[in-house]
């Protein structure tokens, strides 16, 4: 008799965004409405077991968490490790099949399949396994078709679908994420630059981006450091938790290290880097009574900033069986700046994004060293506001308050009536910047020995003795001699001769000879 299957089907595509939303939108229908709960399918007879994880297992039958109407619809910028969602499974007989939606589209492609941690390859040569990068045209996938009759291609969606039979449900892959435009070229390419990045999110959400400044903030971006070279900042970042859209757009200005203006629904882009003064501020330009002027004291400022990321530890490991397995795995880990000698606190960065220690501390340098600058002022000016941008510096003269060619750069310019700008500064320094390049610590880098690494044994001088008994017998004997070695945690020396009249094995103590330069003769 036939065993039915059980089933899930694919979710309902609905244009133009299919069955997910962006993460930056707010679903506001009750959960009952807009989710699809969880459905059974039948998978692999025992014995064969499936480990299911984040799934309940219940004889024959697992019970999935499939994407749901209304889910956020992920992006996936740069390189990273990403985790899917399952939008559609099936039973081939053989095999529990899925289909893993990981980004919108087109991303550059998947790089390796990852289970457990362990690198499998795309797992497309013997076709059970089939990838697609989320172009408009992509077909759909065959081995779904085959399985429901009819399927759909999914466009614009980056997708896996995976025949899994003996292992677990932890899948994830490597991923080089969406292509991007770039105005600077006027293509779309796979690129990791923040700003092409940041400035994607923004378009899709029906902004227009000025192309001139956009580019100067993704050439920023793209600065060569040091030697051997590194770009200034790159990201590398899955999203797909609901935030809003402000919190994005934040993220990614934190990652691209760039101010945004936004003018009649234009955004402009401007780097936060060191720069000329293009203007003066004098007590002419300020509105009387409106001029106010703040000070952290020192108890207020971080003595130190650290920074996680996200580090990219791709090793090969040896199994059980002595096998070498291609093994990946993302690391979170902390950069900071040296601790300063006055009183304060500690300023936590979290950048996932951020997948080096350089970039991180970098960030933690700049975050350090502003905050140390952090004298601000903030005023009314009359229509002159209009002729400056966030990022200028200028230099701010007001007697009253001690301020004499003070250089500030602008953070924050915006109307407030007709013909009233509130403006605001904060201190500028060239030396908040940094250029440089870190290297990690060493954490294995230690002055103890290591226990489980002995050293090479010592090797013996034979040397071939005659001797004779009382019973005037005369023998040849070999004399074994051999210097201690030095290593704290030597137990005991072992010696084995093997001859034609079997094996001869002794043990020596070595407590004479822990600081080594000892003679032992046997």
Known sequence: MATKKNTFEPLPVTPPDGPLVKPWVQVTQPPVQTVTPPVKTTIIPDPIKLKVTGAKKVGNTIQLSAAKT?????YIFGRCIATPRIIAGDDSGSYLVLDLLWSVGEIEGVEYMVYSNKNLGLGTSLGHNEHYSGTAGQAASPIMTALKGSYSAYANKAHSVVSIRAAGLDIKAMVKGLKLYDPRTATTVYSTNPALCLGRILTDCGYTMDATTWGDAADYCDESLGSPTQKRWEVGLQISDRQSLSYWVQTFAVYCNCFLEIIGGTVYMVPDAPRASNHTVTTADIIEGTFRMSLSGSNDVPARVTASYTAIVESTIVDEFGLSNPYVTAETRTAETA?????GTTTSLSLPGVQDYSRARRYAVQTYNKA??????????????????????????????GLSAQAMALVENRAIGRGRWQRRYRQYSASNYS???????????????????????????????????????????????????SWAYLQEYRLTITGDDGLYSETIDPRSSLGGGVTHTN
């Open 435 to 485: 250029d440089a390049l870190f290297t990690e610590p060493d954490i294995n880098t230690t002055f103890l020995r290591d226990p489980n690494s002995p050293p090479q044994g010592p090797t013996p001088t034979l040397t071939e003795e005659l001797y004779t008994n009382v019973d005037g017998v005369t023998y040849s004997r070999i004399k074994i001699q051999f210097i201690g070695i």
């Open 339 to 343: 601790t300063s000698s006055s009183p």
């Open 70 to 74: 209304g889910d956020p619809e992920s």
């Open 372 to 401: 140390h600058n952090d004298l601000e002022i903030e005023f009314q000016s009359f229509d002159a506001g209009i002729n400056r941008t966030v990022g200028d510096v200028g230099t701010v003269t007001n007697a009253q308050f």
